[in-house]
């Protein structure tokens, strides 16, 4: 109890307890499995869409020039941040988190001032 499992849901119904698999669709490990240390919250599930779209999300990417960190997104709305400082994980979880009602010009520009705050 407590490990947090980052996995795909194989079969879900109300009769029956859910199946996850560690293994993608082709049978291949990808990214899934435990993930250590790092942060978990929640956003919507909206947010969590956008976070997880194609092409990529612009919040993520401006975070990611400037940034190391790995995040770990569900359909949930559960996310997982993980960075080699502590500092770096915090700024990463208030970006996504204040990112919420935003626009994705409104997210570059949000993170743009946030990161000269930084530098």
């Known amino acids: ?11 879900a119904n109300s009769i029956m307890n859910p199946e996850l698999s560690c293994m993608d669709a082709s049978g291949k490990a990808a990214e899934f499995g435990q993930l250590k240390s790092g942060y978990t919250f929640e956003t919507s599930t909206g947010l969590a869409r956008m976070l997880l779209s194609s092409p990529t999300c612009p919040l993520l990417e401006a975070l990611g020039k400037k940034l190391s960190f790995e995040i770990a997104v569900g359909l949930n709305g559960r996310v997982w941040v993980n960075a080699p400082s502590p500092s770096n994980v915090i700024v990463v979880s208030s970006a996504i988190k204040e990112s919420e009602s935003y626009s994705r010009l409104q997210q570059k520009s949000m993170v743009e001032k946030l990161l000269a705050k930084l530098s």
């Open 1 to 11: 109890i407590g490990t947090l499992i980052y996995a795909r849901v194989v079969k």
